[in-house]
C-alpha cells in the first residue's frame, strides 16, 4: 500500500485547457468556495477526518442546490404540461 498523499493541492488551469465538467458543476451550483475549502482542508491535513466541518457545509450547499434544481425542473414540468 502506498504512503504517499492525494494530490489535493488546486489544479491551475491553462488558458488552453478545458475547466472540468466536475468544476463546471460546482461553479454553477454557487458551492465553489466550500469545495475550495474542504480541497484546501485536505491539502493542509491530508486526512479528511480533520475537515469534516469544511466537507459538512460543502454537503450542506449542494444538497441545497439540488432541491432548488429539482423544484425549477418540476416547475417547467408543470409549467410545460400546462401548455399542452
Same mark, same amino acid.
Given at each position: 500500500?502506498?504512503?504517499? @498523499?492525494?494530490?489535493?493541492?488546486?489544479?491551475? #488551469? #491553462?488558458?488552453?485547457?478545458? %475547466?472540468?465538467?466536475?468544476?463546471?458543476?460546482?461553479?454553477?451550483? @454557487?458551492?465553489?468556495?466550500?469545495? *475550495?475549502?474542504?480541497?484546501?482542508?485536505?491539502?493542509? *491535513?491530508?486526512?479528511?477526518?480533520?475537515?469534516?466541518?469544511?466537507?459538512?457545509?460543502?454537503?450542506?450547499?449542494?444538497? &441545497? +442546490?439540488?432541491?432548488?434544481?429539482?423544484? &425549477?425542473?418540476?416547475?417547467?414540468? %408543470?409549467?410545460?404540461?400546462? +401548455?399542452?
Amino acid at each position: 500500500m502506498s504512503t504517499q @498523499g492525494h494530490a489535493w493541492a488546486r489544479q491551475v #488551469k #491553462k488558458d488552453n485547457e478545458e %475547466e472540468d465538467p466536475l468544476d463546471q458543476l460546482i461553479s454553477r451550483s @454557487g458551492c465553489a468556495a466550500s469545495h *475550495y475549502a474542504v480541497q484546501e482542508c485536505m491539502a493542509q *491535513y491530508q486526512d479528511w477526518r480533520k475537515c469534516q466541518s469544511q466537507v459538512q457545509a460543502f454537503r450542506d450547499c449542494m444538497s &441545497e +442546490h439540488q432541491a432548488r434544481r429539482r423544484e &425549477e425542473l418540476q416547475r417547467r414540468k %408543470e409549467q410545460g404540461s400546462a +401548455h399542452h
